[in-house]
C-alpha cells in the first residue's frame, strides 16, 4: 500500500482513513473544553507563583485520551433528531479524529507557552512599572495577538502542510502516541516484540517515577558535573564544567526535562542536531572562553553563562536607577552616572547569534524556497517537482479552509488590537506600529515555520522585534513590548498552528473542524487567562513583590522588564550603537545577509561540494534556548540522539520504527505528569521549597564562581 517516502512518517503516521469516522462530537467538545478551561487557569495561577510546573501539550493526550473512554462508557449509547440533524452523546468508540481535536482544542496552544505571550508585557507594566490597565484592555491585547499569529496560518498552508518534505518533526511523538493508545500495532503485525501501547504505557510509568529522583530526591541527577564536584573551588573548572552558571562541559545529564529543552532528541531529526551542536561547541565551548579569558567587552568581570545583566560593578543591574519613576522616562543623566548595561559572555554570544538570525533565514528562505512561495503567491499550483503523498491524497476528500477565513481573523485581529491601543491612550501606541508589527510578522513567518517544519527548531527573531520599536520610538517602553508581542506571538503563534493543521493533515481531520476548534481554542484560552489574571490581582494585594507570603512574585516577567528597559527606554543605540559596549555585535546583521548568499553561490558553482548539506539558517537557530540551554543541554541530547536517530534508525530500522516515537512521546508525558504530581504532593505543601538537606541535593550547588 502507498506510503509516505519519508521513514520517519512511515513510523508515527497511518496512511488508512476512515472518512465515516465522527470528529467534532459531544464528547470531543466536552473533554476539550473542560481540558481548556482547567489547565489556562491553573497555568495562568503558576505563571505568577515560583517555583511552579506547567502542564504542557503530552499531559493533554493522556488526560485527553481517558477523559474520552470515560464518557464513552457513561454516555447514553441513544440519537436525538433536532431540527433535522441527527445527534449523540455516545456515537460509538472514542476515536483517534477525537482524540486529536481535544489536543487541538486544549493543549496545543500550550506549545506556545503556558501563557499567552502578551501577559508578559501586562504583568510587567501594572506590577514592574505600577501602571493600572483594564481588564478589557487585557483581553483585546491577548487574543488581537493571538488571532494574528491564527490568520497568518493562511499564507502558509499550501508550502508546510500539504508537501510531504514539511514534515514537521515534533509533531510526529504526537502521532505515534495518538496511534499506538487508537490503532495497536496494525503495521507491524509481522514484527514479533512488545505492542506499542504496552511498551507506551511501561515508559510513561517509568518517566513519571523517575522524574521525582532528579525534581527532588537527587537534583544533582539534573545538574550532573563530577569535575565540580571534586573541584568545587577551582573556579576555571566551574567555569568550563558547571552546569548552571558554567558552560556545562561535563556532557551528561539525567533529567529528561533538561535533555529536551530544545526538542526531544528521539523525534528532531540527526541532522539538524548535528548543526546544533557543532555551532554550540564552536560558539560556546571554542569562541566563547576564548573571548571571555581575554576579557573582551570586559567580560572577565561577570558570570561566563547566564542571562542576566549587570551593571560596572558586577552586581545585578538596578534599572530603576535609570528610570525616572514619574514621568516612566528614561534620565540620561542618571545612566551616565551609574553604568552601561553588560552581559555574560554566553548572553552576548547569543545576541550576535540573534542578530544574524533573521536576516539569514529570510535570505536562506528566499534563495531555496522562493520559486515555491511565488507560486503560491500567484495562487498557482506548487512546482510538480514534488508530487503528493499518500496523506495529501486522503485529505482530497475534505473541504479545505476558504482563504477568507484566515483573510477575516486577520482583520478581526487589526480591528481589536486598535481596540485596545484607543482604551489607554496614555500608552503612546501609534497606528503605525500597529501595522508595522504585523507586516514583520507576516514577512517571517513563512521562514522560521519553514525551519520549523524540516527540522523541528523555532527560530527566534527577538532582537528584531525589539531593535525596530526602540530605533523608531525610543523611550516608549510598553510600545516596545506591544511592538515585540506582536512579532513574537504572530510568529510563534502562526508556527504552532502550522503545526496544528499538520497534525490534522497526518490524522486526517477535516480542516474545517480543525480551524473551528482552533478559533474556538484560542478565545476560551484568553477568556480564561484574563479573568484568571484579574481576580488573583484584585484578590493579592501585594503580588509579585518579592516578599509575597504564597510565593506568587511574577518572577516569569523578570527578564521582559529588563528587555523593556534596554530596548524600550535605553534604547538599542546606548547598547550596540557606535558608543556602545556592544558596538561590533550589530554587524552580524549584514553577516547573517550575506553568508546565505556566499553559500548559495558557492553550491551553484562547486555543486559537489561537502557544504551543499549545510544549513546555516537551522545552525544559527541554536540561540533560542541558549539560555536557559547549557551545554549539558545539547550535549545530552545529542549523546541520545546519536543512540536514536542515528545508531537505532541504521541498524535497526523496524525496531526504531516500531518504538522510536513511542517512546520519545511517554518520555515527553511521563515526564510532564511526574514533575506536577512531585510539585503537588511533595513541593507545594511544604511552601514550594526543596526539603531534603542531603549530599544529593546541595552537591550542585557549592560552586564557587
Not at 26 to 50: D, E, H, K, Q, T
Not at 139 to 150: A, K, Y
Not at 205 to 223: E, M, Q
Amino acid at each position: 500500500m502507498e506510503d509516505s517516502p519519508f521513514p520517519e512518517v512511515r513510523a508515527s503516521v497511518s496512511n488508512y482513513d476512515d472518512p465515516d469516522m465522527p470528529c467534532l462530537t459531544f464528547r470531543a467538545w466536552f473533554v476539550g473544553i473542560v481540558i481548556c478551561l482547567v489547565l489556562s487557569s491553573v497555568n495562568m495561577f503558576f505563571y505568577v507563583r515560583n517555583p511552579a510546573p506547567y502542564w504542557t501539550g503530552p499531559v493533554v493526550v493522556i488526560v485527553g485520551y481517558f477523559g474520552g473512554k470515560l464518557l464513552e462508557k457513561t454516555m447514553p449509547l441513544r440519537y436525538w433528531t433536532i431540527g433535522g440533524y441527527e445527534f449523540s452523546l455516545n456515537p460509538g468508540p472514542f476515536n483517534i479524529k477525537e482524540h486529536t481535536l481535544i489536543y487541538m482544542l486544549g493543549g496545543l496552544i500550550l506549545d506556545a507557552g503556558p501563557v499567552a505571550y502578551g501577559m508578559h508585557a501586562i504583568v510587567t507594566w501594572e506590577k514592574r512599572y505600577n501602571q493600572p490597565l483594564s481588564t478589557g484592555f487585557d483581553f483585546l491585547f491577548l487574543l488581537s495577538s493571538q488571532l494574528l499569529g491564527f490568520a497568518l496560518v493562511g499564507l502558509c498552508h499550501r508550502l508546510l502542510v500539504s508537501p510531504a518534505s514539511a514534515i514537521w518533526p515534533t509533531n510526529l511523538s504526537t502521532c505515534a502516541t495518538l496511534n499506538a493508545l487508537h490503532a495497536g500495532d496494525d503495521a507491524y503485525s509481522g514484527h514479533r516484540g512488545p505492542k506499542q501501547a504496552k511498551v507506551f504505557a511501561v515508559v510513561t510509568i517509568f518517566a513519571l517515577a523517575w522524574a521525582f529522583l532528579p525534581g527532588y530526591l537527587f537534583t544533582a541527577l539534573s545538574y550532573f558535573s563530577i569535575f565540580c564536584w571534586i573541584f568545587p573551588k577551582v573556579v576555571v573548572v566551574n567555569q568550563l564544567f558547571g552546569p548552571v552558571s558554567g558552560l556545562g562541559m561535563n556532557i551528561i545529564t539525567f533529567d529528561w526535562t533538561q535533555i529536551n529543552v530544545a526538542g526531544s532528541p528521539m523525534a528532531i531529526p540527526f541532522w539538524a542536531q548535528l548543526h546544533l551542536f557543532g555551532t554550540f561547541v564552536l560558539v560556546y565551548w571554542i569562541v566563547a572562553p576564548i573571548l571571555y579569558y581575554k576579557n573582551v567587552w570586559n567580560s572577565a568581570h561577570f558570570p561566563i553563562f547566564g542571562r542576566s545583566a549587570y551593571d560596572r560593578f558586577a552586581r545585578p543591574y538596578n534599572v530603576s536607577r535609570v528610570l525616572d519613576l514619574n514621568t516612566l522616562r528614561f534620565n540620561e543623566t542618571a545612566y551616565q552616572e551609574y553604568s552601561p548595561v553588560y552581559l555574560p559572555i554566553s548572553f552576548a554570544m547569543t545576541y550576535l547569534l540573534g542578530f544574524a538570525v533573521p536576516p539569514a533565514i529570510l535570505i536562506h528562505t528566499v534563495l531555496v524556497y522562493w520559486p515555491n512561495i511565488w507560486s503560491t503567491i500567484r495562487r498557482r499550483n506548487v512546482p510538480d517537482s514534488e508530487p503528493e503523498d499518500i496523506h495529501a491524497k486522503l485529505m482530497r476528500r475534505y473541504p479545505q479552509v476558504p482563504w477568507w477565513w484566515y483573510a477575516s481573523v486577520f482583520i478581526v485581529s487589526l480591528l481589536l488590537a486598535v481596540g485596545a491601543t484607543k482604551i489607554h491612550p496614555q500608552l503612546l501606541i501609534s497606528f503605525g506600529a500597529v501595522i508595522l508589527s504585523m507586516i514583520v510578522a507576516a514577512i517571517w513567518v513563512i521562514p522560521v515555520c519553514y525551519i520549523s517544519a524540516i527540522s523541528g527548531q523555532p527560530a527566534a527573531i527577538n532582537l528584531l522585534a525589539q531593535i525596530v520599536p526602540g530605533a523608531i520610538w525610543p523611550e516608549r517602553p510598553f510600545l516596545n513590548m506591544f511592538f515585540k508581542t506582536f512579532c513574537i506571538q504572530g510568529i510563534g503563534v502562526g508556527a504552532i498552528f502550522v503545526k496544528a493543521v499538520k497534525l490534522g493533515h497526518y490524522m486526517k481531520v477535516p480542516p474545517r473542524d480543525g480551524f473551528i476548534v482552533q478559533a474556538f481554542g484560542i478565545v476560551l484560552t484568553t477568556l480564561v487567562q484574563t479573568c484568571v489574571k484579574a481576580w488573583i490581582f484584585a484578590g493579592v494585594p501585594d503580588i509579585c513583590q518579592p516578599d509575597q507570603s504564597a510565593r506568587l512574585v511574577c518572577s516569569n516577567s523578570d527578564v521582559f522588564y529588563t528587555s523593556s528597559i534596554v530596548w524600550g527606554l535605553i534604547g538599542p543605540a546606548r547598547q550596540f550603537g557606535k558608543d556602545g559596549v556592544y558596538y561590533g555585535e550589530i554587524y552580524a546583521l549584514v553577516g547573517g545577509a550575506l553568508l546565505p548568499l556566499l553559500l548559495w553561490g558557492w553550491r551553484r558553482f562547486h555543486p559537489a561540494t561537502r557544504l551543499k548539506n549545510f544549513n546555516l539558517a537551522v545552525a544559527l537557530t541554536v540561540c533560542t534556548f541558549t539560555p536557559p540551554a547549557t551545554g549539558i543541554t545539547y550535549a545530552s541530547g545529542f549523546v541520545v540522539g546519536c543512540i536514536s536517530q542515528w545508531y537505532i534508525r541504521t541498524r535497526k530500522p523496524i525496531i526504531w520504527s516500531k518504538y522510536n516515537y513511542i517512546v520519545s512521546g511517554a518520555m515527553d508525558s511521563g515526564t510532564a505528569i511526574g514533575i506536577v504530581l512531585c510539585f503537588v504532593t511533595l513541593q507545594l505543601p511544604r511552601g514550594g521549597n526543596m526539603v531534603l538537606n542531603w549530599w544529593g541535593n546541595t552537591v550542585w550547588q557549592n560552586s564557587k564562581l
